[in-house]
């Protein structure tokens, strides 16, 4: 009697897991080719599918290459976030947080450094990575207002502008990331954190006059002034 042969049964893979894939296999790529990682030929192999699946769920190169932007982004800064927003802690501890996880090791990967040096590059010639790059950094200024609005709400700050802050403190964690990533011999991250402890402390004492907010206007007399 003949046995039946076992015949394998093949799943097909719904257009969401598809997608997760293709951008995983993209920042692999990226990860390990930096600008030469950015060619459909080595994200379909790394991903082990055809070229033409790239182009079935993407509809560029550019496209598929906005969307890692966008998940990468996104990620570090959930992951950031959820260690910063501690509930059981102050406002000024939260931040400290944030500083913290800002730095960490898994931040400072030179190969994730190299993906956003991609990433970067493809901002001024791509409206998809410009409005990729335009939502994230909205988001991440967004939860850098908060953490700095809740010190005002607390009282450890008087009152303060906190877009202009937000944007002023991102840049100083965005100078001394891109300094770690590109000279981790030339100082520490701790070094790093305490400067920007520095910072916030300096805006709680009223030490930035330009990002404070500005006074109400004296009330007019109640009633006008009779000839």
Sequence with gaps: MATKRHV???HRATPEVRREALVDATLRCLKQYGHEGVSVRRISAAAGVSIGLINHHFPSKSGLIAETYETLALSLLDSIRRQAENKTVSPRDRLSNFFRASFAPEILDPQLF???LVFWSMVAHSAEMRAVHSS???KYRAVLESLLGQLVDSGA???????PAAIALSALLDGFWVELSLS???FKPREAIALCEDWVNALCQGGFPRLL???RAAKADAAPKRR
Excluded: E
């Design 114 to 116: 190299n993906v956003w």
């Design 8 to 10: 394998p049964k093949f």
């Design 213 to 215: 907010a500005a006074p």
């Design 157 to 163: 700050a008087p009152p303060f502008r906190p877009r």
């Design 136 to 138: 994230t950094y909205g």
């Design 184 to 186: 981790p011999t030339v």
